[in-house]
């Protein structure tokens, strides 16, 4: 797993989709913290952090799309699933890098937590539950979107998957309002990422939210490693 | 070192291999010869556990593949048909994560040093694999390959796309390599494994076809031994060819002989077939010698691995076959920009229906 770790986060730096990662995620949260809490004179960042799902949810298949896709392409997975190892190590090695990116991009917040402590008193309670919100909803998505990754050969093909995939995640909760079977709407809104998301940065650590959420990695990861497994049985 | 027993994949209703049983030896370089499609990369992503049997066992050094496959895959180096390389890492870097991957205890440094002058690759070592050649890359698969010194190397056609000078050094790599490792290598380059492998199995449409070394495949496929032999007679007329007819076939084990063209002025050349036991060189030597005639030629006409190759995989009947036999319809389309011609084989399996 190791192996596969570093050499993910190198391949995330030499291809430049790092850069382009943390540039676009810094430039929008900073676009979400200026106005929404600078220019709303708030020490409270939960607005930018509600603000960042929807541009979590388009920048998450970015850093995910070409995880398994390139392998099969290429067939470098050829080396890897012939490697004395298995198929978790391979799949969590992929996902850990990504997860790292994710979670050195989402500590930008903490540079703008330095502003704030400049003309006020930051709140750590609430900036604290929001970040670790956000961190529990990337480890989900991030899963989602290796899964997806595993599905196709195309890069582009599977960036465009994910996120449509995960906007359609996003809308459970519009589509459960307009169910009038009450079993579905009650099963669709517990699936929501984004309630239980928005639960957060309303200022609810809710701990079920938090299961839902690394269920949800576990979840897909594992159908990520049934993928790889049934291409060798097909 | 290597076990396989009954081995059968199956792609829908097509059976890529149906039931291949062989074992190799420790220290064996074999090698595995088929047309194209005939199953030898399937069979070696089986043997690597890259994609798993329908049914039958692999055993890799008495370890299951399937019972036990991060152990059993520990004892195998694969170099698969396209070699399984980042191209947006350099050599040294790719080489340290197969290092990694491998889970290898040798001494990092040194064993990757080894690795690299073997494979003589060491120049290249800070270069982006995306700008190396087609040879480079292939000895880079091959590197990649020898990481952890496992017991068994399997190379899946390595020489393909490299120039003569790269074949033969290759071939002298894999060669030096058969001494320490079990090597099982395919190809549909005849020479190329005449030249390597102690044992040759021949594989055809998913089946072993012919299991042996060239020898062997060859005796068991005739039994009779040809030779064309050019003799100068004295007379330089045609009372000599009948005369070296005649004494030709006193010869013990002589089953045939055929005064054929007059080569040059007055001489001939024979064709000579034997009952394949008897070695009839020096008997022909001695007759001649006691004729006072002269050898100006002595050709020995047996199968090449080239005849036994068309004999197994095509078939004697070949050309009878194809005069009466219209050619195939063939099913054109484009995919991925490739062009793929297949055969229409319901179109073919109804004719031949109604043939019959």
């Known amino acids: 797993m190791g192996a596969i770790y570093r050499r993910e986060m190198g391949a995330f730096f030499t291809s430049g989709l790092a850069y382009v990662f943390l540039t676009v995620f810094t430039l929008l949260s900073g676009i979400f913290f200026f106005f929404g809490v600078i220019g709303s004179a708030t020490s409270n960042m939960s607005s930018m952090f509600s603000s960042m799902f929807i541009i979590v949810l388009f920048l998450i298949p970015i850093l995910t799309m070409k995880l398994m896709s390139e392998e099969k392409k290429n067939r470098t997975d050829q080396g890897l699933l012939t490697a004395p190892i298995g198929l978790w190590s391979i799949v969590l090695g992929k996902y850990f890098a990504a997860l790292t990116l994710f979670v050195i991009a989402e500590s930008v917040v903490f540079i703008y937590s330095i502003f704030i402590a400049v003309y006020g008193e930051v709140q750590w309670a609430s900036l604290l539950g929001n970040y670790f919100a956000m961190l529990f909803l990337g480890a989900a998505f991030i899963a989602v979107g290796i899964f997806v990754s595993s599905l196709t050969e195309n890069q582009m093909a599977s960036a465009v998957a994910s996120m449509l995939t995960l906007f359609v995640l996003y809308l459970f909760d519009s589509l459960a309002s307009n169910i009038e079977n009450e079993t579905i709407q009650k099963a669709m809104l517990s699936l929501s990422f984004y309630s239980r998301y928005i639960e957060f940065t309303q200022g609810v650590f809710n701990l079920s939210s938090v299961v839902f959420f690394i269920s949800a990695a576990f979840i897909f990861n594992f159908f990520t490693v049934r993928v790889l497994d049934k291409r060798r049985w097909s | 070192m290597i076990e396989v027993k009954n081995l059968v994949k199956r792609y829908g209703d097509k059976k890529a291999v149906n039931d291949i049983s062989f074992t190799v030896e420790k220290g064996e370089i074999l090698g595995f010869l088929g047309p194209n499609g005939a199953g030898k990369s399937t069979t070696m992503n089986m043997l690597t556990g890259y994609i798993s049997s329908t049914s039958g066992s692999i055993k890799i050094n008495g370890v299951d593949i399937l019972e036990d496959p991060i152990k059993a895959k520990s004892n195998i180096g694969y170099l698969p048909e396209i070699p399984p390389l980042y191209v947006d890492m350099t050599v040294d870097g790719y080489l340290n994560f ?32 995306r700008n190396l050649s087609k040879g480079y890359k292939q000895r880079v698969g091959l590197a990649q390959a020898l990481i952890n010194n496992p017991p068994v190397l399997i190379l899946d056609e390595p020489t393909v796309g490299l120039d003569p000078n790269q074949i033969i050094e290759i071939r002298t790599l894999i060669k030096k390599l058969g001494k320490n490792h079990t090597v099982i290598l395919s190809s549909h380059i005849l020479p190329e494994i005449q030249a ?20 062997e495949i060859a005796e068991s496929i005739t039994n ?26 006193k010869i013990d084990g002589i089953k045939y002989v055929r005064a054929d063209m007059e080569r040059e002025k007055g001489i001939y050349d024979y064709d000579v077939e034997t ?14 010698r006691e004729n006072d005639w002269n050898i100006l030629m002595l050709q020995l006409s047996d199968l ?7 004999k197994i995989t095509v078939g004697d009947v070949v050309p009878e076959d194809a005069v009466s036999k219209p050619s195939p319809e063939l099913d054109i389309s484009v995919q991925d920009g490739e062009l793929i011609a297949e055969e229409k084989l319901s179109l073919d399996k109804d004719k031949k229906g109604g043939e019959e």
């Open chain 2, 98 to 129: 197969m290092y990694d991957l491998k889970k290898c205890k040798l001494s990092r440094k040194k064993h990757l040093e080894e690795i690299c002058n073997l494979c003589k690759i060491s120049h290249v070592r800070g270069r982006l694999i």
């Open chain 2, 196 to 215: 390597v492998c102690d044992r040759i199995i021949i594989i055809n449409k998913g089946v072993v076809a012919a299991n042996g070394t060239a020898h």
């Open chain 2, 224 to 249: 009779q031994h040809k030779m064309t032999i050019r003799i100068e007679g004295k007379t330089h007329t045609k009372a000599d060819k009948d005369e070296i007819v005649n004494a030709i076939k």
């Open chain 2, 275 to 288: 009952d394949g036991k008897t070695d009839i060189r020096r008997a022909i030597n001695l007759m001649c």
């Open chain 2, 304 to 310: 090449t691995l080239e005849d036994i190759f068309l």
